[in-house]
C-alpha cells in the first residue's frame, strides 16, 4: 500500500510540473491570469508552449491554461 502511495505522489508531482509554459515561461502576471471582460480582445497563446504540451504531456495543457502561463504577457 506504501509503494502505491509513493507511486500515485510521484505520478502526480510530475503531472504537475510536466507543463512548458509554467516551468519555462516566467512569472506569470496579472494580463495573464484575469480573463478578459466582454468587448475587451482576447489572450493571445504561446505557439510553441501549446504544442510542446501537445507533444510531451496532453495533460499539462490543463495545468498551463489553469495558471494563464500558457498566454503571453502583455504587449507581445
Do not use: H, W
Request: aromatic share 8%; with cysteine; proline share 7%.
Amino acid at each position: 500500500m506504501k509503494k502505491l502511495s509513493n507511486l500515485l505522489a510521484i505520478a502526480l508531482l510530475v503531472i504537475s510540473m510536466s507543463s512548458c509554459a509554467t516551468i519555462f515561461g516566467g512569472p506569470v502576471s496579472e494580463y495573464q491570469r484575469t480573463k478578459p471582460e466582454d468587448g475587451e480582445p482576447q489572450r493571445k497563446v504561446r505557439t510553441g508552449a501549446l504544442i510542446a504540451d501537445a507533444i510531451i504531456f496532453f495533460p499539462s495543457l490543463i495545468v498551463d491554461f489553469a495558471t494563464g502561463a500558457i498566454y503571453k504577457p502583455e504587449g507581445n
